[in-house]
């Protein structure tokens, strides 16, 4: 049973920075695909960034590219986001989630493991 745990959200004003971590127990990377995904209020949860399992494979959103960075540190089975020039849409609570053997896809189905969700919010 795999465990998430996000952390690193605050606010922040538009053109900021902000890194999330999601700390991950219970298992190690292998062989999950790990994710992030974000959900504003009234909207429905949205696809952020991905890794594939296997770690050759990183997909982004394009609502994200060029912004934001996925990374992984293995020594500390953590997960990370780095989100640069932040706008005021960023605003969103944010989930890491994890995909046993998956493809680091969009799709929220596919991942079995969620966490509680960190909140992100971008003043204008």
């Known amino acids: 049973q795999v465990h998430l745990v996000e952390s690193g959200g605050g606010l922040v004003q538009a053109g900021g920075s902000l890194r999330l971590s999601c700390a991950v127990s219970?298992?190690?990377?292998?062989?999950?695909?790990m994710g992030w995904f974000r959900q504003a209020p009234g909207k429905e949860r949205d696809f952020v960034a991905a890794?594939?399992?296997?770690?050759?494979?990183?997909n982004y959103a394009d609502s994200v590219k060029g912004r934001f960075t996925i990374s992984r540190h293995n020594a500390k089975n953590t997960v990370y986001l780095q989100m640069n020039s932040l706008k005021p849409e960023d605003t969103a609570v944010y989930f890491c989630?994890?995909?046993?053997w998956g493809q680091g896809r969009g799709n929220p189905n596919q991942y079995n493991y969620w966490g509680q969700g960190t909140q992100v919010t971008v003043s204008s």
């Open positions: 989630a994890a995909d046993p």
């Open positions: 219970g298992g190690t990377f292998g062989p999950y695909a």
């Open positions: 890794f594939s399992w296997s770690g050759g494979t990183t």
